[in-house]
């Protein structure tokens, strides 16, 4: 969630994590979607954002961006288990270009190329702005593909927060997934956006989306990334930036 008013990705929690955190998601207006992987995105939940379901919404009408999957995923679900025609009219999806920067809400937001889902016809990440702060979103990604982080390393001034993938933990780089990131190419990408000015001391970095199938305890990952200046995050972790 980015302020109270952006949220990335849809997963099968989702309602959970709202409730758990006390906030609403009739409040939400602008949904971003990085891929359709039924962890990231489960267009069943709409059903819910009405009728009986849902009230006094802030925003009557959500908007959700991503790939083309996004929207074909949505209409396909849809066509097995039809949606109430209320709830369908205020949903509007909309494709995103990578690299093409767009305006949603208050965000500047510029869709990247992520190293993830390579079935799908392109997986997202995000480089969102406010005109304060800027946040770079790497998740789910492995390191950037080299014409991604030239887009990446463009930039006027540093990012104030880098959000990365740590699915792959303490495999080593070479026998790990290329779909994926490790906790040592995390340090390799923090040292690499140092180098060419992309970010600075003062840019947060934070490491998330940790399976417990490569990872052992969030306390000793903690431990792990503390010499290199990375943050581990856990469910209802929140920053500032």
Same mark, same amino acid.
């Given at each position: 969630?980015?302020?109270?008013?952006?949220?990335?990705?849809?997963?099968?929690?989702?309602?959970?994590?709202?409730?758990?955190?006390?906030?609403?998601?009739?409040?939400?207006?602008?949904?971003?979607?990085?891929?359709?992987?039924?962890?990231?995105?489960?267009?069943?939940?709409? #059903?819910? &954002?009405?009728?009986?379901?849902? *009230?006094? %919404?802030?925003?009557? !009408?959500?908007?959700?961006? =991503?790939?083309? /999957? $996004?929207?074909?995923?949505?209409?396909?679900?849809?066509?097995?288990?039809?949606?109430?025609? #209320?709830? &369908?009219?205020?949903?509007?999806? *909309?494709? %995103?270009?990578?690299? !093409?920067?767009?305006?949603? =809400?208050?965000? /500047? $937001?510029?869709?990247?190329?992520?190293?993830?889902?390579?079935?799908?016809?392109?997986?997202?990440?995000?480089?969102?702005?406010?005109?304060?702060?800027? %946040?770079?979103?790497?998740?789910?990604?492995?390191?950037?593909?080299?014409?991604?982080?030239?887009?990446?390393?463009?930039?006027?001034?540093?990012?104030?927060?880098?959000?990365?993938?740590?699915?792959?933990?303490?495999?080593?780089?070479?026998?790990?997934?290329?779909?994926?990131?490790?906790?040592?190419?995390?340090?390799?990408?923090?040292?690499?956006?140092?180098?060419?000015?992309?970010?600075?001391?003062?840019?947060?970095?934070?490491?998330?989306?940790?399976?417990?199938?490569?990872?052992?305890?969030?306390?000793?990952?903690?431990?792990?990334?503390?010499?290199?200046?990375?943050?581990?995050?856990?469910?209802?972790?929140?920053?500032?930036?």
């Amino acid at each position: 969630m980015i302020n109270d008013d952006l949220l990335i990705d849809l997963p099968a929690d989702t309602h959970m994590h709202f409730a758990m955190n006390n906030m609403n998601l009739g409040d939400i207006e602008n949904l971003l979607i990085t891929h359709t992987h039924a962890d990231h995105y489960c267009p069943n939940l709409f #059903e819910l &954002r009405g009728g009986v379901y849902a *009230h006094n %919404l802030k925003y009557k !009408k959500m908007h959700v961006y =991503g790939n083309a /999957d $996004v929207k074909t995923k949505f209409e396909g679900y849809y066509e097995v288990f039809p949606i109430a025609q #209320e709830i &369908r009219d205020n949903i509007e999806i *909309h494709e %995103l270009e990578p690299l !093409k920067k767009v305006h949603i =809400g208050k965000y /500047d $937001v510029t869709p990247l190329y992520a190293h993830h889902a390579m079935g799908q016809q392109v997986s997202l990440n995000y480089i969102i702005e406010d005109g304060k702060s800027s %946040l770079l979103y790497l998740i789910d990604s492995g390191l950037p593909y080299p014409e991604t982080f030239e887009r990446i390393a463009a930039v006027k001034k540093p990012y104030d927060c880098v959000v990365m993938d740590g699915t792959m933990g303490y495999v080593e780089p070479e026998v790990g997934y290329e779909g994926h990131m490790c906790f040592k190419e995390n340090i390799a990408l923090k040292e690499k956006l140092l180098s060419c000015g992309a970010a600075d001391e003062h840019t947060k970095f934070i490491v998330t989306h940790i399976t417990h199938n490569h990872a052992t305890s969030h306390e000793e990952a903690v431990k792990y990334f503390k010499p290199h200046g990375i943050e581990v995050a856990y469910d209802g972790y929140k920053t500032e930036f």
